[in-house]
T-cell receptor
Framework: AQSVTQLGSHVSVSEGALVLLRCNYS??????LFWYVQYPNQGLQLLLK??????LVKGINGFEAEFKKSETSFHLTKPSAHMSDAAEYFC?????????????FGKGTKLSVKP | EAGVVQSPRYKIIEKKQPVAFWCNPI?????LYWYLQNLGQGPELLIR????????DSQLPKDRFSAERLKGVDSTLKIQPAELGDSAVYLC???????????FGEGSWLTVV
């Protein structure tokens, strides 16, 4: 069965610092992996996705993630944090490897950005 | 292009009362999803529709929850009767088909008192 573990329910960084949000997955099939962002009182917005092409995936707002099969990881990074990045971030894995909507989500990591 | 539209955005009801949420997906999207998001948790899939057909409703608590997608466009999710534990955000999402990226609505926030 597929699952996702996000390490750290809350991450705090200073503005301009590196953002690193960790995600490890478990999947019985080649995984499709996703990162979503949720701003307060809003729905989820797709940041980026890995669907078995390039292992380094670039997304919106300067975020990127690297698929590492040997480590079963899909960590999200951004070189320089902005105040506007403060939000909750969810890592997700596709249940059946081909569907991009039937997803198992992690519990989320709340990112705070200090001025 | 309009996104996924949900209503109402916020609803407060007393326990044992019924409640219904409505979702209008992005035009042309054949696949529609209802997700449940409890406080401090990630979303969990309740039901997935391909056009009018519910193809995956294994996580829908059928004793009190029901959903429909008449004509393969709009969808309604109903809870009857509501319980305190149903307080959560109900997210609707849609995609062109199941192999494409999904887009979420802003959610319907339910508080049961």
């Amino acid at each position: 069965a597929q699952s996702v573990t996000q390490l750290g329910s809350h991450v705090s960084v200073s503005e301009g610092a590196l953002v690193l949000l960790r995600c490890n997955y478990s999947s019985s099939v080649p995984p499709y992996l996703f990162w979503y962002v949720q701003y307060p009182n809003q729905g989820l917005q797709l940041l980026l996705k890995y669907t078995s092409a390039a292992t380094l995936v670039k997304g919106i707002n300067g975020f990127e993630a690297e698929f590492k099969k040997s480590e079963t990881s899909f960590h999200l990074t951004k070189p320089s944090a902005h105040m506007s990045d403060a939000a909750e971030y969810f890592c997700a894995v596709s249940v059946d490897g081909g569907s991009q909507g039937n997803l198992i989500f992690g519990k989320g990591t709340k990112l705070s950005v200090k001025p | 292009e309009a996104g996924v539209v949900q209503s109402p955005r916020y609803k407060i009801i007393e326990k044992k009362q019924p409640v219904a949420f409505w979702c209008n997906p992005i035009s042309g999207h054949n696949t529609l999803y209802w997700y449940l998001q409890n406080l401090g948790q990630g979303p969990e899939l309740l039901i997935r529709y391909e056009n009018e057909e519910a193809v995956d409703d294994s996580q829908l608590p059928k004793d009190r929850f029901s959903a429909e997608r008449l004509k393969g466009v709009d969808s309604t999710l109903k809870i009857q009767p509501a319980e305190l534990g149903d307080s959560a955000v109900y997210l609707c999402a849609s995609s062109l088909n199941s192999g494409n990226t999904i887009y979420f609505g802003e959610g319907s926030w339910l508080t049961v008192v």
